[in-house]
């Protein structure tokens, strides 16, 4: 065969504990497969006797391949289609599979999820800006985290775990976008699993169902991470509001008892989805309400989430701030709920005092 080299590619799992899970870069040539991975990159080379159930899936303009390497299940993923023809002839001469889905979890399911309020929970992804929107815009991409918000040793992450709940980074998603949103298999089994979680009917609820509504104006951070004990993310999603009254009609359903824990499973839902032939809605998750030196609104949850082919247990946070004109929801991926705990608990507080509109609106 022909050698093939492909950059711009992440990893899950790393190959050896606290490695390189980018950039990678993958050979394919008669041998086997080739990994060079990290900023000075450290090379594994694996025969393709080693390699199994190598599988191909485009979405979109995302690639995700994978292969099981010892009883592991490592999974590729990037961004563009760069020589996506000779890596789908690579994993079928090697009995592989090949698989195009339709965008899923994508600016549709993830606008689902990180909308708190959303024209019925699905909002398109285009950018488009509308006359009186640059200011708006600029005060949704501040009130996000950066990375200078968190302490030494974090960095951005160009696709991640989060990837799958989260927005592209710097993104501006408006009210006046009209593309439609593609059919989604998810979106059903998150909307009635959350509205039966929190005791809500469709017509009255304002997160997934027909009460919603949508920001002016939606930014999202990049993602954050930091690879010591474990792989560990955390990124956000900023919205402004037109009015403040929107905001506290959202806040009113989001302080009913359980919305954190409700929102956190739903959020576990789609992100577990994408590993999986069926929509399974996870199991309920635990109320988090973070504790801050900084007044304001902020309801959050957290539940387990176990990563195919990952031995390290995760816990997904999810935390949603309010106030004034804003909503930001905080997402994270850590392996020890119990260390990372005060960390996210500061990083709440950052965000509140960002969305406070010095009158005390956050205060709601």
Same mark, same amino acid.
């Given at each position: 065969?022909? +050698?093939?080299?492909?950059?711009?590619?992440?990893?899950?799992?790393? !190959?050896?504990?606290?490695?390189?899970?980018?950039?990678?870069?993958?050979?394919?040539?008669?041998? &086997?497969?080739?990994?060079?991975?990290?900023?000075? +990159?450290?090379?594994?080379?694996?025969?393709?006797?080693?390699?199994?159930?190598?599988?191909?899936? /485009?979405?979109?303009?995302?690639?995700?391949?994978?292969?099981?390497?010892?009883?592991?299940? $490592?999974?590729?993923?990037?961004?563009?289609?760069?020589? $996506?023809?000779?890596?789908?002839?690579?994993?079928?001469?090697?009995?592989?599979?090949?698989?195009?889905? /339709?965008?899923?979890? %994508?600016?549709?399911?993830?606008?689902?999820?990180?909308?708190?309020?959303?024209?019925?929970?699905?909002?398109?992804?285009?950018?488009?800006?509308? =006359? %009186?929107?640059?200011?708006?815009?600029?005060?949704? /991409?501040?009130?996000?985290?950066?990375?200078?918000?968190?302490?030494? &040793?974090? @960095?951005?992450?160009?696709?991640?775990?989060?990837?799958?709940?989260?927005?592209?980074?710097?993104?501006?998603?408006?009210?006046?976008?009209?593309?439609?949103?593609?059919?989604?298999?998810?979106?059903?089994?998150?909307?009635?699993?959350?509205?039966?979680?929190?005791?809500?009917?469709?017509?009255?609820?304002?997160? !997934?169902? #027909?009460?919603?509504?949508?920001?002016?104006?939606?930014? @999202?951070? =990049?993602? !954050?991470?930091?690879?010591?004990?474990?792989?560990?993310?955390? #990124?956000?999603? #900023?919205?402004?509001?037109?009015?403040?009254?929107?905001?506290?009609?959202?806040?009113?359903?989001?302080?009913?008892?359980? !919305? %954190?824990?409700?929102?956190?499973?739903?959020? #576990?839902?789609?992100?577990? @989805?994408? $590993?999986?032939?069926?929509?399974?809605?996870? =199991?309920? %998750?635990?109320?988090?309400? =973070?504790?801050?030196?900084?007044?304001?609104?902020?309801?959050?949850?957290?539940?387990?989430? *176990?990563?195919?082919?990952?031995?390290?247990?995760?816990?997904?946070?999810?935390?949603?701030?309010?106030?004034?004109?804003?909503?930001?929801?905080?997402? *994270?991926?850590?392996?020890?709920?119990?260390?990372?705990?005060?960390?996210? @608990?500061?990083?709440?507080?950052?965000?509140?005092?960002?969305?406070?509109?010095?009158?005390?609106?956050?205060?709601?």
């Amino acid at each position: 065969m022909e +050698p093939v080299t492909s950059s711009g590619w992440s990893v899950r799992p790393s !190959f050896v504990p606290h490695g390189p899970t980018a950039p990678v870069t993958l050979l394919f040539d008669d041998d &086997g497969l080739t990994q060079l991975a990290g900023v000075y +990159p450290v090379a594994w080379q694996t025969p393709w006797s080693e390699l199994g159930d190598l599988a191909l899936v /485009r979405t979109g303009s995302t690639l995700r391949f994978g292969a099981s390497v010892g009883g592991v299940r $490592y999974e590729w993923r990037r961004q563009g289609l760069e020589e $996506y023809e000779e890596l789908r002839a690579v994993v079928l001469a090697h009995d592989g599979s090949v698989a195009r889905h /339709r965008r899923r979890a %994508g600016a549709v399911v993830i606008a689902l999820v990180v909308l708190v309020a959303s024209l019925g929970g699905v909002i398109a992804a285009l950018l488009t800006n509308g =006359p %009186g929107l640059d200011t708006e815009s600029a005060d949704a /991409r501040q009130a996000n985290l950066t990375v200078s918000d968190l302490p030494v &040793g974090w @960095s951005t992450l160009q696709t991640g775990y989060l990837s799958y709940l989260v927005p592209p980074a710097g993104r501006v998603i408006t009210s006046t976008s009209t593309t439609a949103p593609a059919v989604d298999v998810v979106a059903p089994v998150v909307t009635s699993q959350f509205q039966r979680c929190l005791g809500v009917t469709n017509t009255t609820d304002r997160i !997934f169902g #027909a009460a919603g509504q949508s920001p002016d104006v939606q930014i @999202s951070s =990049p993602i !954050f991470h930091v690879l010591i004990p474990a792989e560990t993310e955390v #990124a956000t999603t #900023a919205q402004y509001y037109r009015t403040t009254g929107m905001v506290r009609r959202d806040v009113a359903e989001m302080s009913k008892t359980g !919305f %954190g824990a409700c929102f956190v499973a739903a959020n #576990a839902t789609i992100l577990l @989805s994408q $590993y999986a032939s069926q929509v399974t809605a996870s =199991p309920r %998750g635990t109320n988090w309400t =973070p504790v801050t030196y900084a007044k304001g609104w902020a309801r959050g949850g957290v539940v387990p989430v *176990a990563l195919p082919g990952v031995s390290t247990a995760y816990t997904l946070v999810v935390v949603v701030v309010a106030g004034g004109h804003y909503e930001v929801t905080l997402s *994270a991926l850590v392996p020890s709920w119990r260390a990372s705990r005060p960390m996210l @608990s500061q990083l709440v507080g950052t965000i509140k005092t960002r969305i406070d509109d010095g009158g005390g609106g956050a205060a709601l």
